[in-house]
């Protein structure tokens, strides 16, 4: 390294992650077997290193461990495995040949059973030896210092190797590992990111922003519901509903077995329902899709200065490519479409069957001769068929996560960055589908092709299609969605992300105990002291890291359900909040004790999960509009109240929204075989119809038509008014920030007088320090560089 340029080694213990891999030329570097004496110590991090930290010299520290099992007899195909401690976290890529594997997650047959049998191969134990020991004397050729326990007949075998200084700073010089002009000030860096990496640490900075700001919507919520509670005893339908005195006689729920019902019945339904379904509902909504753009526009602010904070803006992408063949690209393409359209089958499927499975419940319980039993049928069905839905989602979001993998591998995409997207989107596409699917079938399905009372639609021939209860299918949205957003994350969060993984490592250490009993029975025979248990042997019974995909997977389905149906369940956000003050701490615990430590991975932004985002809160406004003008009774209420009211108030709504039907005009064996009812000439039922004494009879009617043209023209309004709030929050929030531009600012300058005065002194010319520097900065400095050159 130059004189001037010196400041560079003492960042290279932090930028050590930078290295995108270090080239082992043998012609670069000698055989390093000794420590070597004029190399630095390393860096204090205040911290107490445990045991196997360590050569036996106590020195050199261990920066990769390589593992490997012996066996006796049987033989097996290699399985290099690396973890590392930290100190160099980016693994070696160097080639296995005779058709060994580098597998970067020490897993397969290692991880899941320590002592157990590995994958069986045509190389004998010999071969492997001897490719052991090629892969050893390569990297004690490039430098690379190595030390291991005495060979064990059978058992799991560790190396552990040290990459010596004057290693890294030739790899430093190879690879022209940049620092950022910044560096010279006195930036703080986020640890998590220090000892994660970039992207772990971007992951931990969106979920703080995105808990941060549910906040807000989570107080808002909160006096949504608290609204509805204090105004229901006033609320004109509701009290016309739990009257008794009005004696409305609704028509039978199913055929034959079902009875004539009052309306007061569902008095409790009907007050519940206002609690989410009221005028401040409205204004919810309204300000949710305000708090989504918003939200998208803070979290850019915050990801800028990240990535001015954390050297990102001048980081180049690297691409990986992958061999495919093009045969093989059109095969997959074909594979992959068929099977994602089959999968959709297999969700609306899912959400058909537990559709009839409360069909058939609600008729077979409807026959019990019990009267509590059948009033309490309707909620007893919806109950267990919403518990049913949760059970089936979990279920299928496993599968599918596996079947994405499949589906992205036979793909054969040409890049790394191209999989991992790739990856994603079909992994969220499925998972989105499987959880939102049950509920758009009860907010915008469900109840809508029932028929009516005469003329109902069956499915297999004698069962009819599920109808909304006369207060609405929005209650049941509410609950509907309350289970199953409280479902997934408590059973993710303590099941999935607790319980599961901690049984898997107490699997692998106890089948790590059997393995070292038998290896210490038979140092005893031979005569040999066996070694104590190093910190690597602990490590390698935790769980292999899988990467953020899932952690992020999991908090984008939640986005969606705090802002897709928000609408129908105003303290989603509350509950949202609740969730992620857990999680954080979950995943904190996650990453440090319970999986392996994963190699540091530099990355820009957040990727594709900022355009799912984007989709998600765009599409939100839509799904809020329908479900307040086709799911609530907001747009009905607002109808009769400035058109059809005689006195301006809500009184009379209920009759109004409840048309005739004459029991004369059953079809034959339908009408209630025996009732309680006597002299009941006329039903009512939920539905906007001509009564049966005018000339067309059971026709919608005019006020349907109106309601119908003011809930669509209600959608337009809803959609154009969230648009422009999130084009005016858009055009009010800068993507960067005001401080960061002054920083940008006298960044630039201070380029300029660095590149001025010492652009003789510098090896490397002016070009190489531009590119290290933030964006902005080689933009506006394109002009000086080309003068100097």
Known sequence: MSESSSYHSEKLVSLAHSLSGLGLDAANGGNITSPDDSEPPPPDSGIELGPGLFFADGKRKVDYILCYKNKKRRPSRPRLSVTSNGSIPIPLPMPIPLGG?????????????????????????????????????????????????KEKASGLMFIRLHIPWPILSREAELEKIKVAVKKLTDVRLCVDRKYFGEQIGFYFAWLGVYTQLLIPPSVLGIFVFLYGIFTVDDNVPSQETCDNGLNITMCPLCDAVCDYWHLSSVCSQARASYLFDNGATVLFAIFMSLWAALFLEHWKRRQMYLKHSWDLTSMEDEEVFMMSDVDDHLSGYFINISTLIFLIFVTFSAVFGVAVYRICMLSVWSMNPDPEAKASVRMTVTTTGIILNMLVVLVLEEVYGAIAVWLTEIELPKTTEEFEERLIFKSFFLKSMNAFAPLFYVAFFKGRFAGRPGDYVYIFGDYRMEECAPPGCLIELCIQLSMIMLGKQLIQNNVFEVLIPKLKKMYRTMQEQKGNKRAAEDAENDGEEQRPRQQFDKDFTLEPYEGVSPEYMEMIIQYGFVTLFVASFPLAPAFALLNNVIEIRLDAAKFVTEVRR?????????????????????????TNAFVISFTSEFVPRMMFKFMYSVNGTMSGYTQHSLSYFSVNNFPNGTAPSSSLSTGVTMCRYKDYRDPPWEKDAYTFSKEYWSILAAKLAFVIFFQNLAMFLSMLVAWMVPDVPRSLREQLKKENMMLMEFLVNHDEELEVGPRTILHSAPKASWMSMTSVSTMHT
């Not at 994958?119 to 690379?144: C, P, Q, W, Y």
């Not at 994963?598 to 839509?622: H, Q, Y």
């Open 598 to 622: 994963p190699d540091a991975v530099r990355c820009k932004d957040i990727g594709i999960w900022f355009n799912i985002l984007c989709g998600i809160s765009k599409f939100s406004v839509i």
């Open 101 to 149: 594997r580098w597998d970067s997650e020490a897993e397969s047959a290692e991880a899941s059973a320590p002592a157990g049998d590995a994958e069986e191969s045509k190389l004998s134990e010999e071969e492997k030896a001897m490719m052991r020991e090629e892969f050893e004397r390569g990297l004690l050729d490039a430098g690379l210092q190595i030390e291991r326990d």
